[in-house]
């Protein structure tokens, strides 16, 4: 099962309810979310900085995580960022999969382009 990052800060409502509720009703609060749309939390930490709560969970696809990042967002007490997080493995897949692609600015023929993925997506730079 795909598994993501959520980052969430609180707002308005979602700060006085943090204080009235506590951390663990909070954590007990996105459990149930996750386990409700067909996923785990396997992370939930709060932080000082910029983000007030890092998740890291799992859930049964891009559509599931989407609707819960809605979810959060449209209550209007906390919003959210969802970050797809990808496994070693996945990038080893990713890496073996090649595409015509020609960068903006260069005019390249296709064996520039065989040169430039066998060089590992390095095209050298026009001299012109």
Partial sequence: MPKYLIEANYV?????GLLKEGGTRRRTAIDELFKSMGGTVEAFYFAFGDTDVFV???LPDNATATAL???INAAGA???KTTVLITPQEVDDAVKKSGVYRPPGYEADQAAVTKWDAEGG???QDSA
Wanted: glycine share 18%; proline share 0%; net charge neutral.
């Fill in 56 to 58: 890291i969970g799992e």
């Fill in 78 to 80: 906390a919003t959210c």
């Fill in 12 to 16: 308005g409502k979602g700060v006085d």
């Fill in 122 to 124: 390095q095209l050298a």
């Fill in 69 to 71: 990042a809605l979810k």
